[in-house]
C-alpha cells in the first residue's frame, strides 16, 4: 500500500525510543523523571529538541517566556499555523508522559509527514511550553498563561522559586530567554495531546479520550472557631467541636457533589487543628474545600448548596465558620469544530473513544480563551499521574499520536 495522507500512520517505535530515550534527561532510579522547569534537566530536554527540530527542517523561535516554536513551512503562508504540542517539563517525583507524551508526538507527526514528503496547506507549529507544571515556580501553565495575556510577561519573569532565584534568573541560567515577543506567535488552532491523568478511559476500554470540556474550580480556604475545653469534664450537650463541626462539613461536600454528579467533585483536601491535643475538645480548625464542574450552572449549585449546609451547620453546633471563594476558574469549553475533527480522526483510524472532560488544567485550556484548541486524551495505567509510576503503553501512546496527525492533516490540510 502506498502511503497516502489518508493512511498514513506515525512509527510506533520511533515515538516510543524517543519516549524512553529522552526520559534520561533528569531520570530516576525509580523509572520516573525530575525535570523542574527551567533546571539543568530541563535545559538538556530543550537542546535535544530545539536539534531534533531542526534536523527535522523546523524553524525554532523562542519567545521571552521560553516558550519554544518550531515552524515547519505550509504551501499558504499567508495564514498561521495549526499548533501542536504540550511541555517538557516535569513534577519532582514525576513520570515519562505528562506533557512529554504531547510534544514528542507532535515532533513524530512533523517526521512522518517528512517521510512521506506530504506538504500542508497551513503551516504547522509544534510547541514546548514553559512551566506547565507550577512546582518549581506558581503559578502553573505560565508559559500560555502569559502567553494569552492573563500574566504580564514582567509578572512572570519576577515570580521566584523557593531559593529565592526569578524566573528571568533561571531563563538566563540556561540560556532560554528568547527574543521572540510572548504572545507573537500567531495560531489558526491547537491540538494539544495528553495521557488523561485519571482512570476513565482504562475502565472502559476505551483508546482515545475526545476532550470537550475542563473542569471549572472553585477553591475555598475556611475557618472554623468553636470552643477549647476538657475532653473528660464538658458533657457532649455543652461542646462546641470545631473538628466534629468539619466531619459534618465533609460529608455535606460529598453529599452535595455526588448529587450533583456525575459532572461534579468535591474534596476537602486539608485540615489542621490549631492545638491539637489528646484530651481537649478542639476549638479551631482551618480546612479547604476544593469543588469542580464543567458546567457553570452546577458550580453555582455547588456554591450555593455548600453555603447552605454551613449555614445549618455552623448554628446547630454553636459554632463559627468562615468560608472564604479564593478562586473561581469557570469550565473550559473546548472548540466545537475542533473536538469534532478530533473524534472524526479517531473514528476513521477505528480506535474505541469517547467524549471526556479534563480534570486537570492544562496549557490547552489557557489557549482556548484566545485560540480554537482541542485536546487528546489517551488512557495511563490505573489513571496514576504525578508519580514516577505513571505509565501508558505503546500502542496507547502511537493511537494517540495517530489521531493527532489525522487531526492536523484535516485541519491544515495537505496541499496539492
Ligand atoms: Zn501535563
Keep these: 500500500m502506498t502511503k497516502t495522507a489518508s493512511n498514513l500512520q506515525i512509527d510506533s517505535s520511533r515515538l516510543w525510543d524517543t519516549i524512553v530515550s529522552t526520559a534520561q534527561f533528569g531520570g530516576t532510579p525509580k523509572g520516573g523523571v525530575k525535570r523542574l522547569t527551567l533546571s539543568a534537566e530541563d535545559k538538556q530536554v530543550r537542546d535535544w529538541f530545539r536539534q531534533a527540530c531542526e534536523q527535522a527542517g523546523l524553524e525554532v523561535s523562542i519567545d521571552s517566556l521560553g516558550n519554544m516554536f518550531a515552524l515547519r513551512k505550509g504551501r499558504d503562508m499567508t495564514k498561521p499555523p495549526i499548533g501542536l504540542g504540550s511541555h517538557l517539563d516535569t513534577q519532582p517525583t514525576g513520570g515519562k508522559f505528562d506533557g512529554i507524551l504531547g510534544t ?3 515532533l513524530e507527526v512533523i517526521r512522518t509527514l517528512n517521510d512521506a514528503g506530504i506538504e500542508t496547506e497551513l503551516p504547522l507549529c509544534i510547541t514546548n511550553w514553559t512551566n506547565e507544571e507550577g512546582s518549581r515556580f506558581a503559578p502553573a501553565m505560565m508559559g500560555s498563561a502569559a502567553f494569552v495575556g492573563d500574566f504580564t510577561v514582567e509578572d512572570v519573569l519576577s ?13 538566563d541560567s540556561i540560556g532560554y530567554r528568547g527574543n521572540k ?18 482512570p476513565i478511559l482504562e475502565a ?7 476532550v470537550d470540556h475542563g473542569q471549572g474550580v472553585l477553591w475555598y480556604d475556611g475557618k472554623i472557631t468553636g470552643f477549647e475545653s476538657h475532653a473528660g469534664s464538658t458533657p ?3 461542646r462546641r467541636d470545631a473538628l466534629a463541626t468539619l466531619s459534618e462539613i465533609v460529608l455535606a461536600v460529598e453529599k452535595i457533589a455526588t448529587e450533583l454528579g456525575p459532572n461534579a467533585v468535591g474534596t476537602v483536601g486539608e485540615a489542621v487543628i490549631a492545638s491539637p491535643s489528646r484530651n481537649v475538645i478542639p476549638g479551631e480548625i482551618a480546612f479547604t474545600i476544593d469543588m469542580r464542574s464543567a458546567d457553570a450552572t452546577i458550580m453555582d449549585q455547588l456554591d450555593q448548596r455548600l453555603r447552605a449546609a454551613v449555614a445549618e451547620i455552623a448554628p446547630r453546633r454553636k459554632v463559627e465558620v468562615a468560608l472564604d471563594l479564593v ?25 474505541q473513544n469517547r467524549r471526556i472532560t479534563s480534570g486537570a488544567g492544562h496549557d490547552a485550556c489557557n489557549l482556548n480563551t484566545r485560540i480554537p484548541t482541542a485536546m487528546i486524551f489517551v488512557p495511563c495505567k490505573d489513571g496514576i499521574s ?12 502511537a493511537a494517540g499520536a495517530n489521531v493527532l496527525l489525522h487531526t492536523v492533516l484535516s485541519l491544515a490540510g495537505v496541499a496539492k
Design 236 to 238: 457532649m450537650h455543652l
Design 159 to 171: 515570580r521566584k522559586d523557593a531559593a529565592g532565584i526569578s524566573v528571568a534568573e533561571a531563563l
Design 204 to 210: 472502559e476500554g476505551k483508546t482515545i479520550g475526545v
Design 386 to 397: 504525578h508519580n514516577e509510576l505513571e505509565d501508558a503503553t505503546q500502542p496507547d501512546c
Design 181 to 198: 515577543p510572548v504572545g507573537a506567535q500567531p495560531f489558526t488552532g491547537f491540538i494539544e495531546l495528553h495521557i488523561e491523568q485519571g
Design 327 to 351: 478562586w473561581r476558574k469557570e469550565p473550559t469549553h473546548f472548540d466545537p469544530a475542533l473536538v469534532g475533527s478530533v473524534e472524526s480522526a479517531a473514528n476513521a483510524l477505528g480506535y
Design 104 to 106: 514528542l508526538a507532535a
